[in-house]
């Protein structure tokens, strides 16, 4: 970036003088800058002409453009299909790094003070293998925590209270993902209907934080101290060693369809910013009403300053992009895995090391791309969700109604094993973001007690949200106080969370999952504001008993560096930082093609092995065990293993009081549907081709469906 580059420093920046912004608009024929009163930002105190200068860039100086100010931007333009101007319309500067609002409840820019003192707080940079993200809603997170002062329930500040962070290292977890912080309000429909988008994937502007989550007293002191509050968040979280990763929105815009409201980039430059074909209808492959279009390079720009600014300004440690196949799609509305934007984000000297994961798809032609990002990004893996969640559930579901489970255990060893056969080997499992559940869908209890969405509440006549969850309610839906249904779902939970803690790749927990968190069957909450969708903290003995087991598992992989590699196996070598496998059946023998696909021998036995480079060498034995009748395992007798600790099982809430200590050889009972964790004993012994005859998460056998 040079000084010559008509898109620099867009905005309004410091001069010597006051200040300038910068808006750019290829279609405007003329624009202005209006200054606004400080205690009524309706009345325009002063109109300023803007200039248009190379790079289709106008702007304007001011003495007045000064920490605190308030201002709009008129555009004016031509009439047209594919253009939508009104010169009478205050717009909000693409750029403004604050908002306040009007009486009438419109928008207006704020020229942000941007002085913070971090106090010498550096980002942890926890790498990727020893990350454990824990996605969460700022205000749902702390909104029901009587631990807090009732002043900081729900707020920024709140979840950078010291109780929520022992609370989050307590449990283990390396990084929170907060769904989004951009400013965004709620769709006309729904304020229609009474409802908002709790969720906030809305956004009105990129560089805002959301004004309603901070406390309010910081609300009172303006967008000056609501940044402050969103600074020292990440401060405090910093300090205490977690990451802080943001959900950020840049696929489409609050302004809806060409019916919805115009707030600012389809005033300045409807024709530009969004997709359109040649008659002017929005090409709309996010499902929201617009497009933005990335093959152009103003809105590529966009992205990136915001970026930027996040990253640099707000300090935060990585992003999370709401359906990036839109990011990366070209002027032909096709996805290219070498856009241009989705190059520069990997490319950019200010973004290094920042944690990139791509939501990687979209709900346009084409528009699921797992496995296609470049190396650089990790993406949300579906696959490993409705895999777990088959043969955790479903198959569980259809073995009782017909005899039989219709899978083998194969499909899961992969996902288990980090997706090999999804993601590119340069890019290793690290490049699956593994989970279960999200925002998005039924929370890991609900995944046990229902088989059926209840949305009604959504206003939709239960219409809304999917209707292929791969859940089970194990015999009666919804709340029962029948013992052996509630034992089923208890045992379901904990073979789910141990999937998801114990696979390679970057696993990803939803807030409230680890202690049993229900939505009474709603599956697409996100416009419930309210004791539906917080974090519930009054818990009963088996929710406590199952946060116990989530931080366990949590310890287990942070302990066990063969539960969490960083590069793919190749067969016969010692790759470093890679784990080597050994796959056994239940009579302690190597695994044929039919104890893979056989849905009567969904047991396994994997021995995994690490290959030191950062840390001592470490082995572990996984058993995973599909079906409801117990089985006897016999363990593996394996070069350089004399023993077998075990130290999870599945089948318990507390493994007190179980023989732990076990030698190969030893015929074991394990219990219906349970997974078991050993630690093995012994030297550590070359590789050999012989020895490992499937590596990093199988390159035959292991290669059925999933």
Known sequence: MTARDPLRALGVTPTESGGELRV?????????????????????????????????????????????????????????????????RHLIDPYAKGLVRTRDGEWRAYVQDTHFDWGGSAKPRTPLDRTVIYEAHVKGLTAANLDLPPELRGTYAGLAHPATIAYLHDLGVTAVELLPIHQSVSEQRLLAQGLTNYWGYNSLNFFTPHAQYATASAQTGGPGAVLREVKGMVKLLHEAGLEVILDVVYNHTAEEGVEGPTSSLRGIDDAHYYRQDAHGHYIDVTGCGNTVDFSLPAAQRLVLDSLRYWAEEVQVDGFRFDLMATLGRDKHVEFDPEHPLLRAILDDPS?????????????????????NFPHGYSEWNDGFRDRARTFWLTD??????????????????????????????????????????????????????????????????????????????????????????????????????????????????????ERGRTQRGNNNAYCHDSELTW????????????????????????????????????????????????????????????????????????????????????RILLIVHGLEQPVTVTLPAHAGVDGYTLVWDSGHDDITGIERHHV?????????????????????????????????????AAEGDG
């Open 24 to 88: 750019w608009s290829a279609s405007a024929s003329r624009m202005e800058l209006c200054l606004l009163d400080a205690t009524d930002p309706t009345w325009i105190v002063e109109r300023v002409p803007m200039h248009r200068g190379p790079g289709k860039v106008w702007h304007a100086e001011h003495p007045h453009l000064t920490p605190g100010a308030r201002y709009s931007v008129r555009a004016h333009g031509h009439d047209g299909r594919r253009h939508r101007f009104d010169p009478d």
């Open 351 to 371: 973004l290094a090391e920042t944690k990139m994961i791509a939501e990687p798809w979209d709900v346009g032609m084409g528009g699921w791309q797992v496995g």
């Open 396 to 513: 569980v579901r259809d073995a009782r109604t017909h005899g039989a489970a219709p899978h083998g255990i194969g499909p899961l060893a992969r996902r288990i094993t980090g997706s090999a056969h999804v993601f590119a080997a340069e890019r290793g499992p690290l490049a699956s973001v593994n989970f279960v559940t999200a925002h998005d869908g039924f929370t890991l209890a609900d995944l046990t007690s229902f088989d059926d969405k209840h949305n009604l509440g959504n206003g939709e006549d239960n219409r809304d949200g999917t209707n292929n969850n791969r859940s089970y309610n194990h015999g009666l839906e919804g709340p029962t106080a029948d013992p052996q249904i509630l034992r089923d779902r208890r045992r379901a939970m904990r073979n789910l969370m141990g999937t998801l803690l114990l696979s390679a790749g970057i696993p990803m927990i939803t807030a409230g999952d």
């Open 535 to 618: 974090v519930d903290w009054d818990t009963a003995g088996w929710q406590e008993d199952l946060f116990r087991v989530t931080r366990k598992l949590i310890q287990l992989r942070r302990d066990n560096p063969a539960l969490r590699p960083s590069r793919y196996g190749r067969f016969g070598e010692t790759v470093p930082s890679a784990t080597q496998m050994d796959w056994y059946n239940k009579a302690g023998e190597s695994m044929t093609m039919d104890d893979w696909d056989s849905p009567s021998e969904r047991t396994l036995q994997y021995l995994a092995a690490s290959t030191p480079e950062h840390e001592a060498f470490n």
């Open 664 to 700: 190969p050889g030893e015929r074991l009972e394990v219990g219906p549907t349970s997974m078991l964790l050993f630690v093995a004993h012994g030297e550590q012994v070359p590789a050999s081709a012989a020895d490992h005859p499937v590596e990093a998460g199988g390159t035959n």
